[in-house]
């Protein structure tokens, strides 16, 4: 691992994705964890402090990069849950089926590298009748906002994990046998638009 994977990526993502407006649509889906919740992509923990303790019983956070993990830990400490980590990627995850009543997936469906296996383990492992909850940034609707998007992907996957600004996230979530029952659509409050246009929301497997 490169020092930039080491430390300052998780810098970054962390300071990054801590910003208020990005709190502010967190606190909009994590609430809505209930039962044993797998968190794909945890990072570096700034969930931990938006669950509900009086619905959930315990988190897997699954999480690849050793930096990352490292990042979580005074999360981790501080949690009002309890975490069991995983150090898999979203590709391999190492649960059984039908066994996590949520799936959480913030800021992380951009990045996962083959994102149809990644979203087929979760569907494996949602228990019938679980949630997928999402919170996630993609391809925008408007045409110019997209054409900055395509441009800046291949540069930006680059400083920034891997990460692309464009993908189309509901159709991704669909594609892999998820219906999704409630979405919404908007720009974050601050922040440039090629990384800021916003869903969230949740789906369930399709039956
Ligand atoms: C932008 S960060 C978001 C972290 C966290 N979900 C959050 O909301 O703050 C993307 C995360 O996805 C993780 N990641 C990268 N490849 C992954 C994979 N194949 N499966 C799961 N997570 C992955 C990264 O290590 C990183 O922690």
Not at 25 to 40: F, I, N, Q, S, T
Not at 98 to 104: E, F, I, K, Q, R
């Amino acid at each position: 691992m490169t020092f930039y994977d080491e430390k300052i990526l998780p810098f970054l993502i962390d300071k990054g994705c801590s910003l208020a407006p990005v709190m502010k649509l967190r606190e909009k889906v994590v609430p809505l964890a209930r039962g044993r919740v797998l968190e794909v992509g945890m990072g570096s923990g700034i969930n931990l402090q938006l669950y509900d303790i009086n619905k959930v019983e315990f988190v897997w956070g699954l999480e690849p990069s050793a930096g990352m993990r490292k990042k979580a830990r005074n999360n981790i400490e501080a949690s009002p849950v309890a975490v069991k980590l995983l150090d898999l990627p979203g590709e391999e995850i190492p649960l059984e089926d039908n066994s996590a009543d949520t799936v959480l997936l913030t800021f992380t469906l951009c990045t996962i590298p083959d994102w149809q296996a990644g979203l087929r383990q979760m569907r494996r492992v949602l228990k019938p009748g679980g949630k997928l909850l999402f919170c996630e940034h993609g391809l925008s609707p408007d045409a110019g906002v997209r054409k900055w998007q395509d441009r800046l992907t291949p540069v930006w996957k680059k400083i920034a994990g891997g990460c692309h600004l464009n993908r189309p996230i509901a159709d991704l979530i669909e594609s892999a046998g998820f219906e999704i029952e409630e979405i919404h659509n908007e720009y974050a409050e601050q922040g440039p638009r090629f990384a800021g246009y916003m869903y969230y929301g949740q789906a369930s497997a399709a039956r």
